[in-house]
């Protein structure tokens, strides 16, 4: 279970945690495959746990009690929760992308960050997210925390630049990239009925061959500071063109 905490483990068992009462309420009802649930006494001392352990019992997961202090050696959180599932990964094929709106991230190696900004993806209705680059792993504890259970429901891909392109290309996506330089202000564009929003790293951008490729370039105006942070940022583009 412990090195389910580091990325080359989860890759090889295809298996990851979801740590948390509400996260884990998610996941039960999710169509994600559940392995196993560990829980201690503490999950039973109010209503809101009482149902979930009733519920995970209901469904015929397979179940384990530990005590407290073993639960908390099994977290990866400062304050541990009473419960941890094990659950599965899905495979994440680019093979059955379809839909209009799509999120780009390119490089974005913050885990709070990419779960933030799956999590407004959903709340503002975009078909799916795409990971290319170096972007964080989907699965990263911090990561599934952050999605707030938005990743069970959110379409998420993987893909090398070179396919998501030639993907788009295909069904015949525009790119909306932000820019540093020359970029429009985002109120100003046609926003187009097949759109990518393209996002890049904070600290450098989109990369150029993403930038050349760009059918409208934006830039958030802002006053007194040189950027904002990427799920910011990201959540006023996902707004602005849902």
Same mark, same amino acid.
């Given at each position: 279970?412990? *090195?389910?905490?580091?990325?080359?483990?989860?890759?090889?068992? *295809?298996?990851?945690? %979801?740590?948390?009462?509400?996260?884990?309420?998610?996941?039960?009802?999710?169509?994600?495959?559940?392995?196993?649930?560990?829980?201690?006494?503490?999950?039973?001392?109010? =209503?809101?746990?009482?149902?979930?352990?009733?519920?995970?019992?209901?469904?015929?997961?397979?179940? @384990?009690?530990?005590? *407290?202090?073993? @639960?908390?050696?099994?977290? &990866? =959180?400062? =304050?541990?929760?009473?419960?941890?599932?094990?659950?599965? *990964?899905?495979?994440?094929?680019?093979?059955?992308?379809?839909?209009?709106?799509?999120? +780009?991230?390119?490089?974005?190696?913050?885990?709070?960050? +990419?779960?933030?900004?799956?999590? &407004?993806?959903?709340?503002?209705?975009?078909?799916?997210?795409?990971?290319?680059?170096?972007?964080?792993?989907?699965?990263?504890?911090?990561?599934?925390?952050?999605?707030?259970?938005?990743?069970?429901?959110?379409?998420?891909?993987?893909?090398?630049?070179?396919?998501?392109?030639?993907?788009?290309?295909?069904?015949? +996506?525009?790119?909306? %990239?932000?820019? +540093?330089?020359?970029?429009?202000?985002?109120?100003?564009?046609?926003?187009?009925?097949?759109?990518?929003?393209?996002?890049?790293?904070?600290?450098?951008?989109?990369?150029?061959?993403?930038?050349?490729?760009?059918?409208?370039?934006?830039? @958030?105006?802002?006053?007194? %500071?040189?950027?904002?942070?990427?799920? @910011?940022?990201?959540?006023?583009?996902?707004?602005?063109?849902?």
């Amino acid at each position: 279970m412990k *090195q389910l905490h580091q990325k080359k483990y989860r890759k090889i068992s *295809q298996e990851f945690l %979801v740590e948390g009462i509400r996260i884990c309420e998610e996941v039960i009802t999710s169509n994600y495959k559940i392995e196993q649930a560990y829980f201690s006494d503490e999950l039973l001392k109010n =209503t809101r746990g009482k149902k979930l352990a009733s519920k995970i019992i209901e469904e015929g997961i397979p179940t @384990i009690t530990l005590a *407290q202090n073993k @639960i908390s050696k099994l977290c &990866t =959180t400062k =304050t541990p929760s009473p419960i941890i599932i094990r659950a599965k *990964q899905k495979k994440h094929a680019l093979d059955s992308l379809c839909g209009s709106k799509f999120v +780009v991230l390119e490089n974005v190696a913050d885990p709070g960050n +990419v779960g933030t900004i799956i999590r &407004t993806a959903e709340a503002f209705n975009w078909d799916a997210v795409i990971l290319i680059g170096e972007s964080v792993e989907v699965y990263n504890p911090k990561t599934v925390r952050s999605t707030m259970g938005s990743l069970f429901r959110q379409s998420v891909f993987y893909s090398s630049t070179a396919d998501v392109l030639s993907c788009f290309e295909d069904i015949g +996506v525009s790119y909306i %990239v932000t820019c +540093v330089d020359n970029g429009l202000n985002p109120r100003s564009i046609n926003v187009p009925c097949k759109r990518a929003v393209f996002l890049g790293s904070e600290a450098h951008g989109v990369s150029s061959i993403i930038e050349k490729r760009a059918h409208h370039k934006v830039k @958030i105006p802002t006053q007194n %500071v040189e950027s904002l942070n990427i799920a @910011i940022a990201g959540g006023i583009l996902l707004y602005l063109y849902c």
